[in-house]
C-alpha cells in the first residue's frame, strides 16, 4: 500500500465553483500534511500545510484533516482558470515526505 | 530571500556519460532534498542532508547516483553512467528543521539519449 494515495482525476469544475480535491495516507502516526500546485513543467508550488492540531483557511484555500479516516482534503473556492494544475498531496513521516501522484485539475471559463 | 535555486535547467546527454547537478538551497535552511520525478508522478524521494550529513537515502536508488553537501550550503548530485531510464526531472527542496515547510526549486530535467 502506497504511503499517499490521490484519484488522479481529471476533475473538471466550472469557474466560481468550489473543487474539493482528496488525499489518503496509510500511517495513522502522520501528522504533517502538505498540499502543492505544479503547472504543467514547472516544479511544485507549496500552497497549504495543515498539522495535526485541526483544520487551516488561507484566502480561497482550506485544507481539512480527517484523522479518523486518514484523508486530508483541500477545497478551493471561488475556482479560477489560474488554478488548473496538478494538485500534489504529500505527508510527512519519518524525515521524508511522501507525495501522491496528484490530482489534475481544470477550471472551465 | 531569493529562494531555491539549481543549474543546469536542462541537460541532454547520451547514455553513458556521468552527469553533475547543483542545488543552492534557501539561506537559512539547512535540511536538503533531493527528488526525481517523471510525467504523471509525484516526486520520488532520493536522499536528504541536515546540513553536511546525509542522513537518509533511498533503497531504490542506484550506486550510481551520489550526492554530497560538502560545506552544508549546496549540494550535487551525481549520476554516473548514465542510462535511459534516469531520464526525469530532479527536484531539489529545502527546508528548517521546524518548521519544515520544503520549498523546491525549478528542477533539472534531464533527458538520456
Known amino acids: 500500500q502506497k504511503e499517499v494515495e490521490q484519484n488522479s482525476g481529471p476533475l473538471s469544475v466550472p469557474e466560481g465553483a468550489i473543487a474539493s480535491l482528496n488525499c489518503t495516507y496509510s500511517d495513522r502516526g502522520s501528522q504533517s500534511f502538505f498540499w502543492y500546485r505544479q503547472y504543467s513543467g514547472k516544479s511544485p508550488e507549496l500552497i497549504m500545510f495543515i498539522y495535526s492540531n485541526g483544520d487551516k483557511e488561507d484566502g480561497r484555500f482550506t485544507a481539512q484533516l480527517n484523522k479518523a479516516s486518514q484523508y486530508v482534503s483541500l477545497l478551493i473556492r471561488d475556482s479560477q482558470p489560474s488554478d488548473s494544475a496538478t494538485y500534489l498531496c504529500?505527508?510527512?513521516?519519518?524525515?521524508?515526505?511522501?507525495f501522491g501522484t496528484g490530482t489534475s485539475l481544470t477550471v472551465i471559463p | 530571500d531569493t529562494g531555491v535555486s539549481q543549474d543546469p535547467r536542462h541537460k541532454i546527454t547520451k547514455r553513458g556519460q556521468n552527469v553533475t547537478f547543483r542545488c543552492d538551497p534557501i539561506s537559512e535552511h539547512n535540511r536538503l532534498y533531493w527528488y526525481r520525478q517523471t510525467l504523471g508522478q509525484g516526486p520520488e524521494f532520493l536522499t536528504y542532508?541536515?546540513?553536511?550529513?546525509?542522513?537518509?537515502k533511498s533503497r531504490l536508488l542506484s550506486d550510481r547516483f551520489s550526492a554530497e553537501r560538502p560545506k552544508g550550503s549546496f549540494s550535487t548530485l551525481e549520476i554516473q553512467r548514465t542510462e535511459q531510464g534516469d531520464s526525469a526531472m530532479y527536484l531539489c527542496a529545502s527546508s528548517l528543521t521546524s518548521p519544515y515547510e520544503q520549498y523546491f526549486g525549478p528542477g533539472t530535467r534531464l533527458t538520456v539519449t
Open positions: 542532508f541536515q546540513n553536511e550529513a546525509q542522513l537518509e
Open positions: 504529500a505527508v510527512y513521516i519519518g524525515n521524508q515526505f511522501y
